[in-house]
């Protein structure tokens, strides 16, 4: 749009990368960006820098981490022996908000997808099975998805950690097959957790 200065078109053209965000929204985004009082601008460009300088991923866990540790690793009122394997950060705040569970976390960054080239070396689950046993993990919740890949991620855990005498139990039904926990209630969700049941490899 060469009817727009450079600045402002620069700024659409970044927004427009972000998901679900057309040219017409990103366009829309920075004029109303550009609206604000320009404290705004100021305040959004330095968390945005703040993105790239202080936040990496937690090195026990994965999530999102301002120095080694996250939040919830770098807590010690949480129970160690209890560990949830999710697929993603949005997952894990959808059962964080649940308020139920006490335990840590480990995060995937994806699921099982053989069909996309999705194999296990993608996923981060190079540390999992040395902070078991570092930890002192004694239950392992798979919290992955209940479509396809998610099942078949649970599958691939259910084997892998299958000689580590640790017990291993899956979410509970009454999350829809196809259910992405993000999306799923926070009662729904702390129920299924409650619920959870042996995962046999
Ligand atoms: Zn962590």
């Known amino acids: 749009m060469p ?6 078109d620069k700024l659409a053209a970044l927004l427009a990368r972000l998901p679900g965000i057309g040219e017409r929204s990103a366009t829309r985004l920075a004029f109303h960006i550009l609206s604000e009082p320009r404290g705004y601008a100021t305040e959004l460009s330095r968390a945005l820098d703040g993105l790239g300088t202080s936040v990496g991923f937690c090195d026990d866990c994965h999530m999102v981490a301002e120095g080694a540790d996250c939040k919830v690793c770098g807590d010690p ?3 160690s022996t209890l560990l949830c394997v999710v697929e993603g950060i949005p997952d894990l705040l959808a059962i964080e908000r649940t308020g139920t569970f006490r335990g840590r976390y480990h995060v995937l960054h994806g699921v099982l997808a053989p069909l996309k080239g999705v194999g296990p070396t993608q996923l981060r689950l190079g540390n999992l099975t040395s902070r078991l046993e570092r930890d002192g993990v004694e239950e392992v919740i798979v919290a ?4 396809v890949e998610g099942e078949a991620t649970a599958l691939y855990l259910a084997r892998l950690l299958a000689n580590t005498g640790m017990r291993l139990t899956r979410i509970a039904t009454g999350i829809p097959h196809g259910g ?3 999306y799923i209630d926070a009662t729904t969700l702390g129920r299924a957790l409650d619920g959870r049941r042996p995962l046999d490899a």
Do not use: F
């Open 180 to 182: 992405d926990l993000e």
């Open 77 to 79: 009122s949480r129970d």
């Open 144 to 147: 992955t998805s209940t479509g």
């Open 3 to 8: 009817t727009l200065p450079p600045a402002l």
